[in-house]
DNA sequence: GTAGCCTTGAAC
DNA sequence: GTTCAAGGCTAC
């Protein structure tokens, strides 16, 4: 993995050429190895826009490092300095080891995605009806075992601790041996519950734990073999994950760190959406045609020894592993159709016609029933997988009882965000469901009920057409699939599940009819640059009036732009250790190397650290006055937050929920300090001199000083005098993140091109807005673009900065990976 | 708020 | 016309 300082610092003079276009500085990001990012001429997208032609010219440097330096934005002369940071030789080591622990984790990386991802096409339209019959089946096998952990959890707090130890532990096992990565999300998950239960008021962080809510067999039965982790990282984590926090590895992974976070906190982009069509936010109605094209995976309560499943139909042509002619289960493909297993560890496609049952329950097929199979009635008849109900019919895409359809119905609806008093997972059964409607609703989307299935529009009747997504549980894949492949799809079908709550949870943004905070307030003082400030929630974006010279695009990034802002309320929370009650002893994340509220560094980094442009950046910091020892850390875990909602935010971006995980993620990682950066400098455009933090503390180049930042800060107050000089508004600035966020010239991407595209449309949009809104100022766009380098620069800095002063050896989560990760 | 029953309407 | 998965209604 190519760090920022592979960039060497270089700082050049930049002029607009004679035909008044720009080098676009294309690699703005952190790869030593860059690639000519070409924004090709382009009509698309109803933006009027001027054609981008960015083209990197590359530069080797003293240490023989390919930098690219140039970017000849349409066929302009401007030279654009891209701003590095140290020299490479500098930091070779880290380095080193942190690219050998990206090559441990992407060779055990799960397979999430087809290849191609052509299986839910709009060509796929003449595909069967979604639903109907593929959905749940009995868990009869399964309740035992998932009663029995249930009583032990229905015994009080300690009881479900242990609980949750014990599944996060089997899961950890069951994933561990092919997936890394998510293993490590499991652990972290825990970590950071602590930080979540604090947090978030209306949807605590902690239910976005990867850990199943409820004690389900998906995770309990498999049993993989073990001593297949190949990763250091995680197998230091392995070790000490008793203590519920998760001490940071010797070498530990920059990569890991924010694939953890990013799978965590906000999975949306789950293999199966990664195929979808563009996919709203919004609760809609409006996937008629990939509704025909859909594929069906099992839902999470197979039980492959009592499955009512009747096969009776010819096996899909093509072949699976699903078609039957083996061992294991093969009747189920025929009613089933494992999207997530083939998506993420086969491949595997089945045609939607040839796996087709008859609604009815009738058989339609010559092929002699399975021994083990039932009819629709009979599945009918089988318990609901959330509470143990009679099954009443197919909804939302389960089979479920009524309640269980009606609850579900009514939270997705009423935009309910209901918050365990447990912090769950509760037993959800007939007699308990009406105990913890949050734990019943984690349930029901663990279960595989999908919140698209409700319309938005509140159409009644015909029949629905959305994207049934179960997954494929471990007990169903075990005989058929290997242990990676099984392990892949149950980590699929959690962050499926992890991906519905967090849609549920963004959809109750903004809405005042919720119990979540009523609006997505902002965290930060309010730019005065700002233009327009449309909050809407994401269920009334379509219907929003809009300014019209706003390309489509960039109010579509406006629009998730609160995610990126904290809530008065998580503000209030996240602040509170700094003026209270903070006593060293709740660091969530320090609890293996200062657990106890003995300092974790010196006095004087304390100070420094407290004013910490990067810490600064996560929008929270101290006033310099509290001179707890652990406010490091507690900073530290504020940064490690804000990092969750960058994850949240850039995953809600139009264009970023197109590209694929592990470029996501990638993408992530280069530019993360980036958007911290320049969030921080637009926030203080408003207060010359000063680098305003949150709640109205602001630190001036003065106070720098004194605390060796000064480097850092000056270049933070030039980058703030540049955007105050541009006038930027709001619309420009959340354009100018994804821009940032969207560098494809880094080696590890795997789509560069379609990352291109992305930036590419980014750039118009920006371009075609500056254009309509600024035509006085035609260099406006360019100029724009030329302080990317700058920020780059100034992140460097602050990394650098904080990496040094944090060296003592304190853990401070996924920041501090991060950052001894030399990302 | 829950949950059983009813109504609706697109797909077949 | 039938099916069935949506939303609606309403007693509790």
Redesign the pocket.
Known sequence: MPSMSSIKSEQCTSTPNSSGSYQLPVNMSLGATTSAATVSPSTRHNVSVTNIKCEVDELSTTNGNSLPIIANYNHGSLRIPLCGGVDKANNGEAESDSEAELTNIENLKVRRRVVGGGAMSSSDKNG??P???EGELSETETNQTEEEVMETETGGQNGSSTVIKSEASSLTETLATVCPIKTELEHIAGELKPHSSKLTPGYPLCKLKLAPTQSDPINLKYEPSLGGDNSPLLHSRNKSNSGGHLPLPANPSPDSAIHSVYTHSSPSQSPLTSRHAPYTPS?S?NN?DAS?SSCYSYSSEFSPTHSPIQGRHNPPSGGSIFTGGGAGPPQYAQLYRPLNVEAEAQNLSMDANSSSV????SSNSTLPASPAGIS?QQLINSPCPI?G??I??????I?S???????F??????R?NYVCVRGGPCQVS?ST??KC?AC?FDKCLQKGM?LE????D?????????QCSYTLPNSMLSPILSPDQAAAAAAAAVANQQQQRLQHQMNGFGNGSTSLPASPSLGVTPNPTCIKTEQTDTLSTNQSPRTASIPALLQEIMDVEHLWQYTDAELARINQPLSSSWSGSSSTSGGSSNGTGGPTSNTANNAQQMTNPLLASAGLSSNGENANPDLIAHLCNVADHRLYKIVKWCKSLPLFKNISIDDQICLLINSWCELLLFSCCFRSIDTPGEIKMSQGRKITLAQAKSNGLQACIERMLNLTDHLRRLRVDRYEYVAMKVIVLLQSDTSELHEAVKVRECQEKALQSLQAYTLAHYPDTPSKFGELLLRIPDLQRTCQLGKEMLTIKTRDGADFNLLMELLRGEH
Request: with cysteine; glycine share 10%.
């Open positions: 069967p009806r639903m109907s019959w609760l109605r008629s025909h008859d609604p009815t329950g629709r509470c109900d009679k009443s019919g197919f909804h939302y895409g089979f009882c009524e309640s269980c359809k009606g609850f119905k009514r939270t997705v609806q009423n309910k007939i469901r009406k409607p019943r999908k299935a409700i319309r938005e509140r159409t009644r009747g015909g029949r629905s057409t959305y």
